[in-house]
């Protein structure tokens, strides 16, 4: 057990629908990234935030935003959902903010129908 | 073209074997490489890191590095049936910049010890 918790563990959505993922990172971490697993595009980074702040961006979609809070849980919406939308969501945390260790949650399977 | 290129196998080998993963890479800011373990339905876990080009030995397991050929591997002596898992090789440059703390992340190897 990683100590990265994440929620739901699973979310099946229709086309066109919102949800938001939510993650617990480890005690003592400062830093959030976002990930998004695919069979056909493997484990993509989407966003970064350190201490509530944005700190790197990867090809997240406009349709996809993330923020996160003073109690250092981080949120990821995603809107407009698509068929492709479809994946596993990773949380991953680290105490500092360029960390090339990063403690990876259990992950969230999002399927889009 | 993807930044990192990593052979998503499969690759079935005999319990006792030694394994070779490999990776390649594009992008010559990538300073830091890193080998992630990926069990069936949990998150990936870092197996082991090295720092520019050299060798790391950790146990079972060896990380090479070879910055001038833009080429990873990591060797599993001895393996197991619970080594079992998919793979992943990770890269980052240094921090700062746009990139800060982001992995690139290979496709990952799936990788089955038979006993």
């Known amino acids: 057990d990683s100590g990265v918790t994440q929620t739901p563990k699973h979310l099946i959505t229709a086309t066109g629908q919102r949800v938001t993922l939510r993650c617990s990172p480890r005690?003592?971490?400062?830093?959030v990234y976002w990930y998004q697993q695919s069979l056909d595009q493997g484990l993509q980074f989407l966003i970064q935030y350190y201490n509530g702040e944005e700190r790197a961006k990867g090809n997240i979609l406009e349709r996809f935003s993330a923020q996160q809070f003073p109690d250092l849980h981080s949120e990821l919406n995603l809107s407009s959902l698509e068929l492709g939308d479809s994946a596993l969501y990773f949380c991953?945390?680290?105490?500092?903010?360029?960390?090339?260790?990063?403690?990876f949650g259990p992950g969230t399977r999002l399927t889009v129908t | 073209q993807k930044e990192v290129e990593q052979d998503p196998g499969p690759l079935s080998v005999p319990e006792g074997a030694i394994v070779s993963l490999n990776c390649t890479y594009s992008?010559?800011?990538?300073?830091?490489f890193m080998w992630y373990r990926q069990y069936s339905r949990k998150g990936p876990e870092l197996l082991m890191y090295?720092?520019?080009?050299g060798n790391k030995e950790d146990g079972r397991f060896t990380a090479q590095v070879d910055k001038s050929s833009k080429y990873i591997s990591l060797f599993i002596r001895d393996s197991q049936p619970s080594d079992s898992a998919t793979y992943l090789c990770a890269m980052r440059g240094y921090a700062g910049g746009t990139s800060y703390g982001k992995l690139t992340f290979g496709q990952g190897t799936i990788l089955t010890v038979h006993p």
């Open positions: 005690s003592g971490d400062l830093s």
């Open positions: 090295t720092y520019s080009s």
């Open positions: 991953a945390s680290s105490e500092y903010g360029a960390s090339y260790e990063q403690y």
């Open positions: 992008n010559s800011a990538f300073q830091y």
